[in-house]
């Protein structure tokens, strides 16, 4: 079993809809939960960050963590075409320890 | 403010050919790592290097070799191309406690 599952997807939406992305874990010992971002033939770049449980809200999107269930969720409100791309989880138990990614999300928001 | 730089961003080359791939940043970290991207596989590590004059192996190091050249370079070499070192590869820093990572633009790398 992988530390960090995340769905490949592709999920395919329409324009104005809400996307729930999702990673299960199962490390405990996870502090920092982060939500990259990828565009097409291009690198990742960090999203949203949050450290331990709770939410954490910037625009459009809001990030979950609930440590208890071992699961985290970006959500997307009113997504654009322009959210078109693939969402990749990262996390880590903190003490400069490596990051653990999943698979990644490929998203797309039809116009 | 250029944070992470990749030179090649394109790279062709035939079986047993060497290359390397060179990594640049500026945001004064201490940690850096090499990663390659394969379809259905996600990003898995090659190398890193927690701090300058230190190299550990990620998950798939073997066919690689790495240099910390200074705080600010991270080179990698593939001594004897194979077509299974086919892939996008990235380069990224960090620093602080939570390692958040900062990557570069990549290099496409086809071995024929």
């Known amino acids: 079993q992988k530390e960090v599952e995340q769905d490949p997807g592709p999920l395919s939406v329409p324009e104005g809809a809400i996307v729930s992305l999702n990673c299960t874990y199962s490390?405990?010992?996870?502090?920092?939960f982060m939500w990259y971002r990828q565009y097409s033939r291009k690198g990742p770049e960090l999203l949203m960050y949050?450290?331990s449980s709770g939410n954490k809200e910037d625009g459009r999107f809001t990030a979950q963590v609930d440590k208890s269930s071992k699961y985290i969720s970006l959500f997307i409100r009113d997504s654009q075409p322009s959210d078109s791309a693939t969402y990749l989880c990262?996390?880590?138990?903190?003490?400069?320890?490596?990051?653990?990614w999943g698979l990644g999300t490929s998203l797309a928001v039809n116009p | 403010n250029a944070g992470v730089t990749q030179t090649p961003k394109f790279q062709v080359l035939k079986t047993g050919q060497s290359m390397t791939l060179q990594c640049a940043q500026d945001?004064?970290?201490?940690?850096m790592y090499w990663y390659r991207q394969d379809p259905g596989m996600g990003l898995r590590l090659i190398y890193y290097?927690?701090?300058?004059?230190?190299?550990d192996k990620g998950e798939v190091p073997n066919g690689y070799n790495v240099s910390r050249l200074n705080k600010r370079e991270f080179s990698l070499r593939l001594e004897s191309a194979a077509p299974s070192q086919t892939s996008v590869y990235f380069c990224?820093?960090?620093?602080?406690?939570?390692?958040?990572?900062?990557f570069g633009a990549g290099t496409r790398l086809s071995v024929l």
């Open positions: 949050t450290y």
């Open positions: 945001m004064n970290h201490n940690s």
């Open positions: 490390n405990s010992a996870f502090q920092y």
């Open positions: 290097s927690a701090s300058e004059g230190t190299t």
């Open positions: 990224a820093s960090s620093g602080g406690q939570a390692n958040i990572q900062y």
């Open positions: 990262a996390m880590s138990a903190g003490n400069n320890r490596k990051l653990i």
